[in-house]
Each structure stands twice: as structure tokens, then as C-alpha cells.
């Protein structure tokens, strides 16, 4: 649901009643309770739409738009209608969102992985070229944008180019090091996997990628100490994740 936030239906019910209206039920909400109802409706969308109830998010967030437009209300109801399947709409949604809060990283990405789902190239490269023009974060998003649909698609040579493209304006993103370090597993290269995760390790921290990743790297290399480590690791402090699930003892 692209890091979408939940709340209880009950509490942003509550919340909505408490704020539609002043006291007397007559004057126009103040600037600051027009913010705290378009958060509500907001919230009350995503949470329709975390129970899949489309039908009733969409009225929801067009409510949010209409009363304090926000970045986060146009993104949720552009991946409404990618959940819906209507592009059109989709599409018409990711633009607006991106012409009106031009720094909204979230936004290029899901308008980028909604390109990518349908191979529109041409508007891919624009977008790219797009995020290279807006500084250097917002550039490596954009490469590692372009390596996430392609290693999705099965073409981790293109993958890596676009991993290696994205490091050259963040050194440390473990976005880019982390896929690149599994492509340099798979190819037999398991120093640089190494040196990739262990980067990732030191700098940014654990995650429970970055840890599996490290068993089955340190494994290779027979690194048996290390690798018991990194499990126990995994095991404690990510034991919900599906990489706790996928991995097996020695």
C-alpha cells in the first residue's frame, strides 16, 4: 500500500465529528480546522482503503483535496486508482500531485513504478530526467527507481547499471547497494557483495535485508563465526520479517 499510515475507523470517525463544523454550527471553519478535517478524511480514506474498501475511500480523500489539498491525499488516491486498475485516472492523479508539491519524493516514486508497470519508456526518461534537474536526492531515487523496475523485470544487468548510476549522487544509499550486493552474490563476486553489505551494516544500520543478505554472503565465503552472527541477528531483532522466514540453519 506504499507506506500508507492507518488509523481505527472509530477514531477518525470521531474526529471528523468533533471538527465539521464550530459551535454555533453556522460560521466557516478556520484555516487550521479546514487542516485537521482534511486530515481526518485523509486518514478515514486510507483506512477504507487498507480494508479494500475503494467505494468508500475514494468520496474520502476527493474530500480531503477539496477542503486542504496535500501531497499524501493525492498519492493515496492515485494508488487507489492503480488498485482499481483505472491508469487513466492513475496517471491523470501522479501528475497533479507532482505539478502542485514538486519536492514530493513518495510521489515521483510511485509515479515512476506505475510507468515502469506498463513500460512507458519514453515518459520514464522524461521523469528521470526530470529528477536529475531537482539535486542529487531526489536523482538517486530516480535511478534506483529505474534499477527496482528493472531487476523486477528480470534484467539485473540493466538493474546494476542503474544501482551504480544512483551511488554516483548518493554513496551510501542502501536502496542501490543492497540489490547490487545481492546481483554480485548471485554472480559469484562475494567480496564486493560484501563489501557492499558490510557498507550498508556500518553506515545506515541494519535491516532485515541487509542481514540475510550477510548470512548467505558470509556462509559463502565460509565465514561460519560471522555468519551465525548475522543469524542470530536476524532471528531477535527482524524475526517477523519473511527474510527470518526464508532463511535456514546450518
Known amino acids: 500500500m506504499n507506506k500508507i499510515l492507518v488509523l481505527g475507523l ?27 478535517r482534511a486530515k481526518s478524511y485523509l486518514d478515514l480514506g486510507i483506512a477504507y482503503m487498507e480494508r479494500k474498501r475503494y467505494d468508500l475511500a475514494e468520496p474520502k480523500l476527493r474530500y480531503s483535496i477539496q477542503i486542504k489539498p496535500s501531497a499524501e491525499a493525492y498519492n493515496a488516491l492515485g494508488v487507489l486508482y492503480e488498485e482499481q486498475h483505472n491508469n487513466a485516472l492513475a496517471e491523470e492523479t501522479y501528475k497533479r500531485l507532482l505539478a502542485e508539491f514538486p519536492d514530493y519524493d513518495l510521489g515521483y516514486m510511485n509515479y515512476y513504478v506505475f510507468l515502469c508497470k506498463y513500460d512507458r519508456q519514453s515518459q520514464i526518461e522524461a521523469l528521470s530526467a526530470k529528477m536529475k534537474s531537482k539535486g542529487r536526492a531526489l536523482a538517486a531515487l530516480g535511478q534506483v527507481s529505474a534499477g527496482n523496475c528493472a531487476f523486477d523485470k528480470g534484467n539485473k544487468s540493466r538493474a546494476q547499471y542503474y544501482y551504480q548510476q544512483a551511488l554516483k549522487y548518493a554513496p551510501h544509499s542502501a536502496e542501490a547497494l543492497l540489490p547490487l550486493a ?26 532485515a535485508r541487509s542481514v540475510y543478505l550477510s548470512v548467505l554472503i558470509n556462509r559463502a565465503l565460509g565465514h561460519r563465526l560471522e555468519a551465525r552472527n548475522f543469524l542470530q541477528v536476524l532471528k531477535t531483532q527482524f524475526a517477523g520479517s519473511k527474510e527470518a522466514g526464508m532463511i535456514t540453519e546450518e
Open 10 to 36: 472509530g477514531v477518525v470517525l470521531m474526529s471528523l465529528a468533533g471538527c465539521i463544523t464550530t459551535v454555533d454550527g453556522h460560521q466557516r471553519p478556520k484555516p487550521k480546522e479546514d487542516n485537521i
Open 182 to 207: 545481492q546481483i554480485n552474490y548471485e554472480k559469484g563476486l562475494l567480496k564486493k557483495a560484501k563489501q557492499q553489505v558490510d557498507l550498508v551494516n556500518n553506515l545506515v544500520g541494519y535491516s
